[in-house]
């Protein structure tokens, strides 16, 4: 009687053991992971002529700063610039062809966007109307996409339906002229193409022609209308590449990519007009060599601006005067690799991606929330030849 007592008593204790354990393991689960909502995936656009496939994805942590592995997302030639709907159904991509279907132009790509598996499938490839284009964003509306075609140094709006899928173009507008340098400003080369926060106007940084060009622009037709006056010139040889808006819509940041420096304006969002504040270069004051000048952005506060450097293979950080924009700058970081073409900050703005396209590598830098400063962390993925990053909710609302 004393021994299947004793046998019984035991498989209660291993039952009640087993069961705590289970509790014990849904509870540590539960801690370690991430609600949704606080998850990202992230798309990286590459160039395919060194063995990249095309686009890439992988899952990213913003409170860790941790990523799944890397995944092809899908195959398709020299996606160098991605942009995403603001829903998170669709992403485009540049195609930066010379040649598309015999004729001497690029694409852009349309793909609907699966967030749970990360692929992306193809809805459309359309001409781009100009040779290797470089960027392209949507406007405020996303009802429209305009491209940015750099060798034919052409800008060109296209609609865009509720099916993600491109339409007949609305504007099209061909730049010309040339500047000082004979082997990289012989003709126009538009580089960026971006509305203003209002989605009243559409500048355009053509290297080429050093100018800044200002379109009015027709958010119900996609019509685009030189504005008054048209244009800022540049000075001659400094190649504006890309451009970042402060988060008041006040001042525009021009980055020039041949001159290695950033030029402020103050920006008047009634008339469109811009007037040139400050300029200041984005490399240290003893570095010998070549350089140009990469990718910009403002953080979501306006406190602190970044830029990357392919050359010095850095990442400069500014700081910000509120009152009139002005920039000072404060620290060069060793951008973890070669030729940082391309960097985003994340959605929570805790953390710094810098795409070094030479060392096929992307490194992750935490943003201190007090200096703005850039902490180097162990994180960094392997990837053939990455250049754009975006990033996408696995889940919204």
Request: charge should be neutral; charged fraction near 15%.
């Amino acid at each position: 009687m004393n021994f299947f007592a004793e046998n019984i008593r035991r498989h209660r204790l291993f039952r009640l053991i087993c069961l705590l354990l289970f509790v014990l393991l849904v509870i540590v689960t539960v801690t370690n992971s991430e609600p949704a909502d606080f998850q990202y995936r992230v798309y990286v656009g590459t160039y395919t002529g060194k063995g990249s496939e095309g686009i890439y994805t992988y899952r990213f942590n913003p409170t860790t700063g941790e990523s799944s592995s890397v995944s092809l997302a899908a195959s398709t030639d020299n996606p160098s610039f991605l942009a995403v709907d603001p829903k998170g159904r669709f992403l485009y991509a540049v195609n930066e062809l010379e040649m598309y279907h015999n004729e001497p132009t690029g694409a852009i790509s349309a793909f609907a966007i699966d967030r749970e598996s990360g692929k992306l499938k193809l809805l459309q490839q359309v001409s781009s109307l100009g040779s290797s284009p470089t960027h392209l964003s949507l406007d405020k509306s996303a009802r429209h996409l305009i491209v940015a075609n750099y060798n034919s140094g052409s800008v060109a709006v296209f609609s865009l339906g509720n099916d993600g899928r491109l339409g007949s173009h609305t504007a099209f507008v061909q730049d010309v002229g040339s500047s000082i340098n004979p082997e990289r400003q012989a003709g126009p080369h538009t580089h960026f193409v971006q509305v203003t926060p209002d989605n009243r106007f559409v500048l355009v940084a053509d290297l080429g022609i050093d100018k800044l060009l200002v379109y009015r622009f027709d958010s119900n037709s996609g019509s685009l209308t030189p504005a008054t006056p048209p244009f800022v010139n540049i000075d001659p040889g400094s190649g504006p590449r890309h451009f970042a808006f402060a988060p008041s819509g006040k001042f525009l940041y021009l980055l020039s990519e041949m001159g290695s420096t950033v030029t402020v304006y103050a920006y008047d969002s009634d008339r469109g007009t811009l007037q040139q504040k400050q300029t200041v270069s984005t490399l240290p004051k003893n570095f010998i060599g070549n350089n140009s000048a990469a990718e910009i952005a403002v953080d979501e506060k306006g406190r602190f601006l970044y830029v990357s450097n392919r050359g010095d293979n850095s990442i400069v950080e500014f700081s910000i005067n509120p009152n009139d924009g002005s920039l000072t700058p404060l620290h060069w970081v060793a951008s973890g690799g070669k030729t940082p073409r391309y960097f985003t900050i994340d959605p929570s703005g805790k953390w710094l991606l810098a795409a070094n396209q030479d060392s096929n590598n992307i490194r992750l830098f935490q943003i201190a929330p007090k200096n703005g400063s850039l902490i180097q962390t162990a994180h960094s993925l392997n990837l053939l030849s990455p250049v754009c990053i975006r990033f996408v909710p696995l889940k919204l609302g």
